[in-house]
């Protein structure tokens, strides 16, 4: 590496000086975002009770296509159908933090899906409607296909090389999911998900070690059923905001106040400073009274304080609230809680 030269040098540390400046300018908080579902909302909005079914049994006659198809792209031993488990675990999980729902239960039985490779045809609406009714369940959640690869590649440098199988590092999770709804006799959900998980550590030996390709699979199952349990849920979110902590003193006490929890002293010192002559401490006065909104759930305060906030100074972090708040003003109507379970 060539030495850099003393006007370099110097580039380099006013750059990251300014960095350093600029986020020592600002304090962060987090705030809770009421996430829609991701599907048409009206066809859950009387749905409450969940049941979740594990449709990935591997018939018989397709068990010895099932063991060659695995041991060609890299999984263990009774992989998928453990992982399977874990993500029917993870959408249960996932599906017990839901607001538009009182209750979920998991059926005990795993019920035979298609030949390796293969999507099952739908459910007979008399075992949807013997499962519901048994259950009491409004709708009924199916796995219908698991399938996992461990990210064998045959290519080295992007040349394939026969005789050598290097890896990703990874598992890569296919499943189906369907959801049925047997009081209209319809499937309001039908996807078709993929997703990525990397190993845990990086070895040129991944795909002959069973334990971490093992593990990683279990793994990758799971979080692939939360994801999917919060496709098809109403949730809390977390999102960060920053505000900022410096303008002038009276800023910079405000936000010692707000750190310790003392929100409501803090916005009326914002408040004022809202008034100020100096547009940058306008500004800021302004943003940090649109994310104290934001906290108490008055979004139309928040977007209003936003704008004006962002009308005077172009402020990124400004910018991103502005946007966040539209939107969750947006996704009010598809609501199917007032965030209360």
């Known amino acids: 590496m060539k030495n850099l030269t003393p006007y370099a040098s110097g580039k380099l540390l006013l750059l990251g000086t300014c960095l350093l400046n600029l986020t020592a300018c600002k304090m962060y908080t987090d705030v809770q975002v009421q996430k829609p579902v991701d599907i048409a909302a009206e066809d859950l ?3 409450r009770q969940v049941l979740i079914v594990n449709r990935t049994a591997v018939p018989k006659e397709s068990k010895t296509e099932n063991v060659f198809e695995g041991i060609f792209t890299g999984e263990t031993v009774a992989g998928d159908k453990n992982a399977a488990r874990e993500c029917i675990r993870g959408v249960q999980e996932s599906l ?5 729902y009182s209750g979920n239960s998991v059926v005990p039985v795993v019920y035979y899906g298609g030949t390796t490779g293969n999507v099952p045809q739908p459910l007979a609406w008399t075992t949807v409607d013997s499962l519901c009714t048994a259950h009491k369940a409004d709708i009924l959640v199916v796995l219908e296909y698991f399938d996992s690869d461990a990210g064998i590649s045959q290519t080295i440098n992007g040349r394939v090389s026969p005789g050598y199988a ?3 590092n990874s598992v890569t999770v296919k499943t189906v999911w369907r959801v049925y ?4 006799r319809t499937i309001i959900d039908d996807f078709t998900g993929s997703s990525t998980k990397a190993a ?4 040129p030996y991944f795909v002959a070690n069973r334990a971490d390709r093992y593990n990683t699979t279990m793994h990758a199952g799971y979080w692939t059923g939360v994801d999917y349990g919060f496709r098809i849920s109403e949730q809390w979110v977390l999102e960060a905001r920053r505000y900022w902590k410096t303008g002038n003193k009276s800023m910079r006490y405000a936000a010692k106040l707000a750190r310790f929890g003392q929100w409501d002293d803090a916005t009326v010192i914002w408040q004022e400073q809202a008034n100020s002559m100096v547009p940058k401490v306008r500004a800021r006065a302004l943003h940090n009274m649109a994310v104290y909104a934001e906290r108490k759930g008055d979004l139309n305060a928040a977007l209003n304080y936003a704008q004006t906030s962002f009308g005077i100074k172009h402020y990124h972090d400004t910018g991103f609230l502005l946007s966040s708040v539209d939107r969750q003003l947006r996704d009010r109507p598809r609501l199917l809680t007032d965030g209360v379970k």
């Open 45 to 47: 909005r009387d749905v």
């Open 96 to 100: 017990a933090k839901a607001l538009n």
């Open 166 to 168: 290097t890896n990703t």
């Open 181 to 184: 709804k047997p009081i209209t």
């Open 200 to 203: 845990s550590w990086r070895s």
